[in-house]
């Protein structure tokens, strides 16, 4: 009785590090832009699916992957960034659902049977393919309901999760595209059970808009000067400046980090301009010590414009 008690409070804890470790990894592919969560109140929220008609989405898709879960009633937010408005649902041990709550479209699907995932590590022993995985990926991504995205995503496949031997997972992410040029920060990422290919996260965080111009009127080298210069005055105890990365052009959502002359934006408003985006070490001078920031500058590619970035405490 007592090892079995000990097992499944052993389970329990390692269902939740899995979901904490799925959920850290989606969030750290868009770490640059922080999220935030509004409650709104449906009767004064227009545009908006009613809660009845949003529940019963979430139940036929609930069904499709745990049959006879219960789920919860939805909670209807506004998720930054982003500013999506969002029908919120949780549903059986550990499951949880997003709602566009426009168009009903899946945003957020997560769910992990660690139990499940135990007996898959032990009894099928070798982790899917890629491509074996992806074509399963593709059938679970009909079942919810999303498009699959176009390009080729970038794969990893994840071993030994939660220091529990045998446990894989593959993890899957396509970042938004437009005309070539990469957003900052715009993801889709998925997770599925490297033995079956079942799903076991969902994150849909392609919110950005399209810049108003992908003109590049400013060098490489141009954008790296004003990147050392505004990173070299912006502390009187500043020793050193090292840009490390050789430059690259991003969409951004700008944030005016080191402008003196316009507000830092937390959060996107749909503005996104082109820039040169710059990995940088700063290193300060202190009596006893030397301390050191890693983060990344934003250019503007068409008028040198420092648009922010990025930086550690």
Not at 256 to 280: H, M, V
Request: negative net charge; aromatic residues 10%.
């Amino acid at each position: 009785m007592r090892k079995n008690l000990k097992l499944l409070l052993g389970t329990a804890i390692l269902g939740v590090l899995l979901v904490a470790a799925i959920f850290a990894w989606a969030e750290n592919q868009q770490k640059m832009i922080p999220s935030f969560i509004k409650p709104l109140d449906p009767n004064r929220t227009s545009g908006v699916i009613e809660q009845a008609k949003a529940q019963e989405l979430a139940k036929s898709i609930v069904a499709k992957f745990q049959p006879g879960a219960e789920i919860s009633e939805g909670t209807l937010q506004e998720k930054l960034p982003g500013q999506r408005k969002a029908w919120s649902f949780k549903f059986g041990k550990q499951g949880w659902l997003d709602l566009d709550a426009e168009t009903g479209e899946p945003l957020i699907y997560g769910y992990v049977d660690t139990e499940k995932q135990l007996m898959n590590a032990k009894t099928l022993r070798t982790p899917l393919g890629k491509e074996d995985t992806l074509e399963l990926a593709k059938q679970e991504f009909q079942k919810l309901g999303v498009s699959w995205p176009g390009g080729e995503p970038e794969t990893e496949l994840i071993t030994d999760l939660g220091g529990c031997p045998g446990i894989a997972e593959w993890r899957i992410k396509w970042p938004k595209l437009y005309k070539g040029y990469q957003f900052r920060g715009d993801t889709i990422n998925a997770t599925v059970d490297a033995y079956t290919g079942e799903l076991l996260a969902y994150n849909n965080y392609w919110f950005s808009k399209a810049p108003p111009t992908l003109e590049v009127k400013v060098a490489k080298d141009e954008a790296r000067e004003v990147a050392a210069k505004v990173l070299a005055s912006s502390s009187s105890d500043v020793k050193d400046v090292e840009i490390e990365s050789p430059g690259e052009l991003y969409i951004v959502n700008p944030n005016y980090r080191w402008r003196e002359d316009r507000e830092f934006i937390k959060y996107p408003l749909g503005e996104t301009r082109l820039a040169w985006l710059f990995n940088f070490t700063l290193k300060h001078q202190f009596p006893e010590t030397v301390y050191k920031q890693v983060g990344e500058i934003w250019i503007d590619a068409e008028n040198k414009e420092v648009l922010g970035g990025v930086i550690s405490p």
